[in-house]
């Protein structure tokens, strides 16, 4: 878990500090899914199942952003 929690700093710190748009957005994406990894682990070390539930909400919800960010980042425009 630790090794987890270190990537996540990491990819926190390319989140705030990125130079450009799309790394920002690959940072957030990357940050998602240690986040996703992080609470699998806690789960299973924690034995509940509420953890579970928590990284599939975080790993739909990522997604939707990654997905929308990138959109935006190419067009400008979220709506067609």
Do not use: H, N
């Not at 990819?11 to 990357?30: E, F, H, K, Q």
Request: charged share 15%; no cysteine; hydrophobic share 60%.
């Amino acid at each position: 878990m630790f090794v987890v929690s270190v990537a996540m700093l990491l990819s926190l710190y390319r989140l705030l500090r990125g130079p450009t748009v799309p790394d920002r957005i690959l940072a957030l994406d990357t940050l998602s899914v240690t986040a996703i990894a992080e609470l699998m682990l806690l789960g299973m070390y924690i034995k509940s199942s509420i953890y579970f539930e928590a990284a599939l909400v975080i790993a739909m919800l990522g997604f939707g952003s990654t997905v929308v960010l990138s959109k935006y980042v190419m067009r400008r425009d979220i709506v067609e």
